[in-house]
């Protein structure tokens, strides 16, 4: 009797956890519905959320994306940056309800990501303690610190990324004062000293800045990130190295440049496609002319 009574019991505890676990994926359901019924959703240059769906074991989002920001075979190859920048964007307050009725759920969130491009495809799944783990992860950051997060995040999936034929962009980070920037630059290729260089090449990093924040919603999220970056009080470092060489050069841009650059400060100062422009001019000038011409044009504008 002891033993039916025990059996009794058990089925009625399991009987409750069935009744409460369809209860919790119903409600998933009904939120997973709801987001859908906006879908598509644009976000404008970058991607389209197509649809959201609940099949009863895990919650599988379609998104289209525009490949010539990010790539999806760079996507495929920085699966755990992917999986970051991901965990940490749904812990925004748009997304809070549908990620907290996942966790209860106990389900996962499968993200599939095709190329608007090449059609190419890339999948990234977060189960239910994971999305767990990064809301205890993300819960205390601001806004603005998760943008700059999510950039950082977002620009390492893309590297090595090749700036011209002498930079590549190499390494991301964050210290607790700056945003860094690592670059190889191929010294083979240039014709000065990066030392002697290093001026110009913050003052080509302020109007590439300028540039940046320039129309359109690529150019509007620029302007917040750099926003971002003054609100947490980081600055932009630098850092160069040549491949031949092995000199290391560096720059600083302080929060107040940064100000400057949203202030309209180097709106019109020329940009790397002028400096390049006078460069194939110069070029040309040279093959026309003898050298001795070339010479003497050159020390025109040295004096």
């Not at 409460?20 to 598509?40: A, R």
């Not at 999510?150 to 004062?177: A, F, M």
Request: proline share 1%.
């Amino acid at each position: 009797m002891k033993n039916v009574s025990i059996s009794l019991v058990l089925i009625v505890v399991a009987s409750a956890l069935l009744v409460s676990c369809d209860k919790q994926k119903k409600e998933l359901k009904e939120q997973v519905d709801k987001y859908n019924n906006e879908c598509p959703i644009s976000f404008g240059e970058i991607m389209t959320i197509n649809s959201v769906i609940f099949n009863g074991d895990e919650v599988e989002m379609k998104i289209t994306a525009n490949e010539t920001i990010s790539s999806i075979s760079a996507l495929n190859n920085h699966k755990d940056d992917v999986k970051e920048n991901m965990s940490m964007s749904l812990t925004k307050e748009t997304s809070k309800v549908l990620v907290d009725k996942i966790i209860t759920a106990g389900t996962s969130l499968k993200t599939i990501i095709v190329g608007k491009q090449s059609g190419m495809r890339a999948e990234v799944i977060l189960t239910a303690k994971e999305l767990k783990l990064a809301k205890e992860k993300f819960f205390n950051m601001t806004e603005e610190q998760k943008l700059v997060t999510s950039t950082v995040l977002g620009t390492r999936i893309q590297l090595p990324i090749i700036r011209d034929e002498i930079t590549k962009l190499v390494g991301l980070s964050l210290t607790p004062d700056a945003l860094v920037y690592k670059y190889e630059i191929n010294d083979e290729e240039t014709g000065r000293n990066i030392d002697s260089a290093i001026s110009f090449m913050k003052y080509i990093t302020l109007s590439q800045m300028a540039q940046s924040i320039k129309g359109s919603m690529v150019g509007e999220r620029n302007r917040q990130f750099y926003q971002a970056l003054i609100t947490c009080n980081q600055g932009i470092e630098c850092e160069y190295n040549e491949l031949q060489t092995c000199k290391n050069a560096s720059f600083r841009i302080s929060t107040d440049e940064i100000k400057e650059v949203l202030n309209g400060k180097w709106d019109n100062q020329p940009t790397t496609q002028d400096w390049e422009n006078l460069n194939h001019a110069l070029e040309e000038l040279e093959q026309y002319y003898a050298d001795d011409s070339v010479e003497v044009y050159e020390e025109y504008f040295d004096d």
